[in-house]
């Protein structure tokens, strides 16, 4: 079976400009996670969805960061505009059990650099 | 809420020498805990899991960890490494409907 798909691989863009990241998840998959991975440290969940819904964005800094998973199968996550500090990879993860008990399936994850 | 930490950032280790990576976590509720792979590049893979039942649980690769409820710990063990071990490895932790935290790595060197 195919695993999580993300695009695009690598990212390099100036501080105050927009970009936005692609996940395709495993078929099948209800809930999709977003992942922020800031160098030397582990990831940090942004953004959990359940199908098509929001179930936890807690942490997601919602003054420049947003994500949406229309018809609750591809997910995009955009930041506008972008820091310094954004610089990081982002990992898009995939399952087919909602909460933790299930394996969560990652994909490469897109490197993002700002400068 | 829960913590992770994983107190060596760097393992070097010879192939074919057995190693422990550490992990001890921190939580007022009981625990599901994890350990996951990161190969250069890539994504994270799943390692193994302790969610209940048996504290030795054994994972992909040869790893296995062993979950100890007194000392709040869950090593990583593997008897016999392989250069292609040479990864990071995190340890995450989380509590029923609560979300995965993941401590801050420990990168494995495995030279010959």
């Known amino acids: 079976e195919a695993g999580v798909a993300q695009s695009p691989r690598y990212k390099i863009i100036e501080k105050r400009q927009s970009v936005a990241f692609w996940c395709n998840p495993i078929?099948?998959?209800?809930?999709l996670y977003w992942y922020q991975q800031i160098l030397g440290q582990g990831p940090k969940l942004l953004i959990q969805?359940?199908?098509?819904?929001?179930?936890?964005d807690s942490q997601l800094p919602k003054d420049r960061f947003s994500a949406e998973r229309l018809k609750g199968v591809d997910s995009t996550l955009k930041i506008q505009p972008a820091k310094l500090e954004d610089s990081a990879v982002y990992l898009c993860?995939?399952?087919?059990?909602?909460?933790?008990?299930?394996?969560?399936?990652f994909g490469p994850g897109t490197r993002l650099t700002v400068t | 809420a829960q913590s992770v930490t994983q107190l060596d950032s760097q393992v070097p280790v010879f192939e074919e020498a057995p190693v422990e990576l550490r992990c001890n976590y921190s939580?007022?509720?009981?625990?599901?805990l994890f350990w996951y792979v990161q190969y250069p590049n890539q994504g994270l893979q799943l390692l193994l899991k302790?969610?209940?039942?048996?504290?030795l649980v054994k994972g992909i690769n040869g790893f296995e960890a062993e979950f100890n409820k007194s000392q709040t710990s869950f090593h990583l063990r593997k008897p016999s490494v392989h250069i292609s071990d040479t990864a990071e490895y995190f340890c995450?932790?989380?509590?029923?409907?609560?979300?995965?935290?993941f401590g801050t790595g420990t990168r494995l060197q495995v030279t010959l």
């Open positions: 302790y969610l209940s039942g048996s504290t």
């Open positions: 939580s007022s509720v009981s625990v599901y």
């Open positions: 078929s099948g998959h209800a809930t």
């Open positions: 969805f359940q199908n098509n819904g929001v179930v936890d």
């Open positions: 993860a995939s399952s087919n059990v909602r909460g933790q008990l299930g394996e969560q399936y």
């Open positions: 995450a932790v989380s509590a029923p409907a609560s979300k995965l935290t």
